[in-house]
């Protein structure tokens, strides 16, 4: 092979990279906070997008930076868009998700009530950003959720916990350590792989009848290990690896939810399945 040929997978990358980071970040600039367009509570939904979309952050997460991408992208495109903060700690501003996830769940059903009463909708579609693409299904599985929810999409969430690369396997060889997490910050003991928490979630089985699920997964996640536990087993589940729709994305954990237009496109594709386009490398640029 050429050398000149050898160069051209790498200068994609760096170019399909450079696009994701630059595209967002203008919109992000122009719409810096929800009043730029999204938690706009006298939206009402159109025809061509009846339901009000619900934007669920991670752990350390907020209802404003984990969005300052994704949505000024769905507002733009018609959609009514919300997000909650969940999970907060005594003490502790800024950084949410730590509080036990069955009381956000709880948290998320009452924000969801908000959103459709406001908006006059029947059901809502939520994406959720890792904790929050699982916390969801806790709300939909035990809270009744289910009735008001017709798709729950998860960038890179932690379905069936995670190991943290391992991580939390040593655990148990620090006497205490356990405990003290459980203690301190119980949203993060709950995404511990093996938790009481994980185990209540997914006895049973992943989903609930009514609810179409899509998750959207990075083989370069480094928090959600191994990638595939996020994925769901079920009817009406569409379980996605961004890297099959664009070889090229490098995006791990935090990207996939922060500055990935892609995913965002395939994202947009499970809230409209009718009018779905392709996802490709290309849809950084839609």
């Known amino acids: ?36 367009g999204w938690n706009n509570w006298s939206c009402k939904p159109s025809a061509a997008h009846p339901r009000p979309v619900v934007l669920v952050h ?3 997460g907020n209802s404003v930076d984990n969005w300052l991408g994704l949505a000024p992208y769905l507002v733009h495109r018609g959609y009514c868009v919300y997000s909650l903060d969940y999970g907060q700690l005594p003490g502790v501003p800024f ?29 809502t579609d939520i994406i959720g950003h890792s904790q929050g693409g699982m916390m969801p299904r806790y709300y939909l599985k035990f809270l009744g959720g289910a009735a008001k929810v017709n798709a729950l999409v998860g960038l890179a969430p932690d379905n069936h916990g995670t190991t943290l690369l391992g991580l939390t396997q040593l655990l148990p060889y620090f006497p205490g350590a356990e405990d003290l997490i459980s203690s301190t ?7 511990i792989a093996g938790s009481a928490f994980q185990n209540k979630l997914n006895e049973g089985g992943d989903t609930v009848p009514g609810v179409k699920y899509t998750v959207i997964a990075t083989k370069y996640d480094e928090v ?4 595939r536990s996020g994925f769901l087993d079920g009817p009406n589940v569409k379980n996605v690896v961004l890297q099959d729709l664009c070889v090229l994305d490098l995006s791990e954990h935090v990207a996939i939810g922060l500055t990935d237009r892609i995913a965002w496109h395939e994202a947009l594709n499970a809230l409209d399945p009718a009018h779905a386009e392709r996802t490709t490398c290309a849809s950084v640029f839609d």
Do not use: C, E, H
Not at 185 to 191: F, I, K, R, V, Y
Not at 224 to 227: A, H, I
């Open 1 to 36: 092979m050429l050398p000149w040929r050898r160069l051209l997978r790498p200068l994609a990358v760096l170019a399909l990279t450079a696009a994701t980071l630059v595209v967002p970040t203008g919109a992000a600039q122009a719409a810096s906070a929800p009043s730029s």
């Open 58 to 60: 991670g752990t350390f």
């Open 95 to 123: 950084f949410n998700g730590l509080g036990p996830i069955d009381k956000s769940a709880g948290q998320l059903d009452v924000f969801v009530d908000k959103v459709l009463a406001a908006t006059g909708s029947a059901k």
């Open 185 to 191: 910050t119980p949203g993060l003991a709950d995404q």
């Open 224 to 227: 959600v290990t191994p990638y």
